[in-house]
């Protein structure tokens, strides 16, 4: 499992998520707004809900903003109704990618996203054809620093996670999603902090594509999640670490 948002991480170390303000604050309303219409908009009662405006508020996005976008999901707003829609492809080498997205327009957002894998190298495929590579799992990060790894890993099988790594900086915890929550508050018991929580598709069967189709393919992450519509982007890639700096 471990080291899913590597490519990730790499990406917004090199600058390469200096996507705009609005940009970003536009896929972080979508979510709110989503998870407030599916569970209601009480933080305690609405896990889902509770991550979507923490990320928010670790980007910086304005409370007013996050309050309408709570009002939207909730009826008190009027404003776009989102669909979430999982798309399956193969990137460059074969590679599995799943997209999850939130489009008031699927067919714009189909075509999009038909045009970005063919664009580089990749082609978009049928539902079913790469999903079942993937499992949902809860993540959470807590920077090393100053952290046993020892005494993080009794803390967390005691609150049932599942998994430890590290990618250098942060320790990657996976749990079950249901007790994601539960996961967190145990650890911030033990003044162990959390930086991240976040529900994600993890690749259960990894594959390395060559030096020359890991460079098409990163480009062709970064472009599907730089499209407005995209919400998670996840790829059973495993990258060399040299790619990865030198991309």
């Keep these: 499992m471990a080291g899913h948002s590597k490519w990730k991480n790499?990406?917004?170390?090199?600058?390469?998520?200096?996507?705009?303000?609005?940009k970003i604050f536009g896929k972080l309303s979508r979510e709110i707004t989503i998870a407030a219409r599916m569970g209601g908009g009480d933080v305690d009662s609405n896990?889902?809900?509770?991550?979507?405006?923490?990320?928010?508020?670790?980007?910086?996005m304005p409370a007013d903003n996050i309050k309408r976008a709570?009002?939207?999901?909730?009826?008190?707003?009027?404003?776009?109704?989102?669909?979430?829609?999982?798309?399956?492809?193969?990137?460059p080498g074969g590679v599995a990618v799943l997209v999850e997205a939130a489009t008031d327009n699927r067919n714009r957002t189909v075509a999009d996203l038909r045009h970005l894998f063919s664009k580089y190298g990749g082609n978009l495929g049928e539902g079913g054809s790469v999903a079942w590579q993937f499992e949902r799992a809860g993540v959470l990060l807590v920077p090393m620093e100053g952290l046993e790894e020892d005494t993080l890993l009794e803390a967390i099988l005691e609150a049932g996670g599942e998994d430890l790594d590290n990618d250098?900086?942060?320790?990657?915890?996976?749990?079950?999603?249901?007790?994601?929550?539960?996961v967190r508050s145990a650890l911030?018991?033990?003044?162990?902090?959390v930086t991240s929580e976040?529900?994600?598709?993890?690749?259960?069967?990894?594959?390395?594509?060559?030096?020359e189709q890991s460079v098409q393919l990163l480009?062709?992450?970064?472009?599907i999640e730089d499209h407005d519509?995209?919400?998670?982007v996840a790829t059973n890639a495993e990258f060399d670490d040299a790619v990865l700096e030198n991309s």
């Design 10 to 22: 790499i990406r917004l170390h090199k600058g390469k998520a200096d996507i705009e303000r609005g």
């Design 47 to 60: 896990p889902r809900l509770r991550m979507a405006i923490e990320k928010a508020k670790a980007a910086s």
């Design 70 to 91: 709570t009002q939207k999901g909730t009826g008190e707003l009027g404003g776009e109704d989102y669909e979430e829609i999982t798309y399956e492809g193969y990137g």
């Design 168 to 182: 250098g900086e942060n320790f990657e915890i996976t749990t079950a999603p249901d007790i994601l929550s539960d």
């Design 188 to 193: 911030e018991s033990r003044e162990i902090p």
């Design 198 to 211: 976040e529900v994600v598709m993890i690749a259960q069967n990894k594959m390395q594509p060559d030096a």
């Design 219 to 223: 480009k062709l992450l970064d472009a």
């Design 229 to 232: 519509d995209v919400q998670r």
